[in-house]
Each structure stands twice: as structure tokens, then as C-alpha cells.
């Protein structure tokens, strides 16, 4: 079976509201796809649908060519994540898991790897109602490598988790990557995935804004701008400024765009301007998310104005 998710024009009404509108795109094998974008939308659809929990109004959701719902013993072809509270909390991790299993047709022998591999052994037959969010998380990650799937798909799995938690996250994403599978993570944090994800999907309003690999997208936002570190800000600008660059001061740092950074510290340097560091500008993944998405925001708060006395 190919390790693929295809997403082809899906749509998805409720009621009035449009919460799918022609979602397409691609997971591949080999890479971690961060898929993002803000609150509605529609991420969370479009990960029912590929899970056949939601019935599209058109288009197609595949997993490795054929619908989940056609499917044989769907865990060993597709692993899933999307509420990790989903559980009957009366019973241990461990029965949780074995209750799976016995679905799937897996032995308790599979169970008990998949509890070591997310660090849950110690806890296994502790009842999951009394685990943290970051315990159930890992239970949830256990249940979607119960049967050792070459597709994965996430919705936000870093939710709960703790430094070591979310480093550990990072390292077994990666790994999964490694292997050759498939693996979808919806996730609020940038930040992991900037360090995670091979390649975004950004969708905003129920359509893909972009589908791009991560260095791609950070190098087309990060632009030809320099940052330069001065005790002379004033001017630093205005010699690059004369260069025909645009510099714009702001404390200590000046950030300038037209030129290289080799010419940048030449003109410095022609003028006794004294600088202590000149780099390419390097966009953050919060940046790139935020540029492209600004049109998408479907609920925005106002910005507040200080108050004063």
C-alpha cells in the first residue's frame, strides 16, 4: 500500500456555514506535512473526512489510493490522533490499548511495545482518567501506532506536553519520517514545526493558501533583507540609504533590504560606520503563517489601546 493521503476538491457544508471549499492537496511519503492555519479554517473537517467520520458534499479523501472506509483493519494502514480525551477513563492504559488491539486483530505483545515506545510503560496499568493531557497524548500516539500504519495523521499532538514531552514529540515525528511513512501534524506551535515539518499546507477559510516545503516558504518570506547590529543606527541608514537601500533604524538594529550583505558591510566600512554584526534576514515560520494568513482570520481580537491615568 503506497503511504500516501489524498485530498482532492473537498467540500463541506454545515448548514450555512462553508467549512470545506475545494481542500486539495497531498501527503507524502518520507516527510512530516504541518498542516495549519487559523481557528475555522477547516483542518479539523478535513481530518474527519479523511477519517470518513464526516461525509463530504464533493471530492475525495484517500488513503493510499482507497477511501478509510473500505479500509481492512483500518490501524494498519492509517494512524490516528484527534482527541486524546477520547477514552473510557475507568480503564487502564494498558486495557485501553488491548481493546484496540483485540479490534484490529493484534496481540497484547503489540500493546505493551507501543505503551514503551511512548514512554508509558511505567503507567500502563494506571486507570487513564487519572492521566495528565500530556500522558493521554502519548496514549493516544500509543493507539495510533498500534498497527504499525504507514500513514499518520495528528491534530495538534504537542498540546499538554512538557519540555521533554514536546523534544520527545519532535524526535518521534521525525523518526516516523525517517522510516518512510506518511504523517500529517496540525499544530498551533510554529515553532515545533518550524524544527519538524519538511512541508506546510496552509489553508485558511475551508481552501489551501499554500503548499510549499518549509525552507521554501521561510526563504521566499525572509526576502533579500539584512539585519545589522550598530551603535550608530542614524547613520548606518543613511549611508545605505544613499546606496539606494532601504534602512529602517530601530534601537541598536537596522534592517535593510536591496542590497547583499557583503555590499552592506563594504559601504560600512567606506564609511567608519562601526557595526558588530550584519546577517541575512531570516524569517521566522510565525512570520511566513501570519503573512499569508492575515486574509483568513476568521475571528480577530482588537487591538487595545493602553489606558492611562
Excluded: C
Amino acid at each position: 500500500m503506497e503511504a500516501t493521503i489524498e485530498v482532492r476538491g473537498l467540500r463541506k457544508s454545515f448548514g450555512p456555514t462553508l467549512a470545506l471549499d475545494g481542500m486539495t492537496f497531498t501527503v507524502q511519503p518520507g516527510q512530516v506535512t504541518g498542516f495549519v492555519g487559523p481557528n475555522g479554517a477547516g483542518k479539523t473537517t478535513t481530518m474527519r473526512v479523511i477519517l470518513g467520520l464526516d461525509s463530504p458534499d464533493a471530492g475525495t479523501a484517500l488513503v493510499g489510493g482507497r477511501p478509510y472506509s473500505g479500509l481492512r483493519r483500518p490501524l494498519t494502514h492509517l494512524g490516528s490522533l484527534l482527541d486524546a480525551a477520547a477514552l473510557q477513563p475507568s480503564r487502564t492504559g494498558r486495557n485501553h490499548l488491548l481493546w484496540l488491539a483485540h479490534s484490529q486483530g493484534l496481540d497484547a505483545a503489540r500493546a505493551d511495545a507501543v505503551l514503551a515506545q511512548a514512554g508509558l510503560d511505567k503507567v500502563a496499568r494506571r486507570r487513564a482518567g487519572g492521566y495528565s493531557l500530556g500522558m493521554r497524548q502519548r496514549l493516544g500516539i500509543a493507539a495510533a501506532m498500534l498497527g504499525d500504519p504507514p500513514v499518520l495523521m495528528m491534530d495538534e499532538p504537542f498540546n499538554g506536553m512538557d519540555p521533554e514531552g514536546i523534544v520527545w514529540m519532535r524526535k518521534f515525528l521525525r523518526s516516523l519520517a525517517a522510516d518512510g511513512r506518511a504523517v500529517l501534524v496540525s499544530s498551533h506551535l510554529m515553532s515545533e514545526l518550524e524544527d519538524t515539518a519538511d512541508h506546510l499546507v496552509i489553508v485558511g477559510r475551508g481552501k489551501v493558501i499554500a503548499d510549499t516545503s518549509t525552507r521554501d516558504l521561510l526563504a521566499a518570506v525572509s526576502g533579500d533583507r539584512v539585519t545589522l547590529r550598530t551603535t550608530a543606527p542614524d547613520r548606518a541608514a543613511a549611508a545605505l540609504q544613499r546606496a539606494g537601500a532601504t534602512a529602517t533604524a530601530d534601537g541598536t538594529t537596522v534592517t535593510v533590504s536591496g542590497l547583499a550583505p557583503e555590499k552592506v558591510v563594504l559601504l560600512l566600512s567606506e564609511h567608519a560606520v562601526p557595526f558588530s554584526e550584519v546577517s541575512a534576514h531570516r524569517a521566522s515560520l510565525e512570520e511566513a503563517y501570519l503573512e499569508l494568513t492575515r486574509d483568513a482570520v476568521e475571528y480577530r481580537a482588537q487591538e487595545t489601546e493602553r489606558v492611562t491615568r
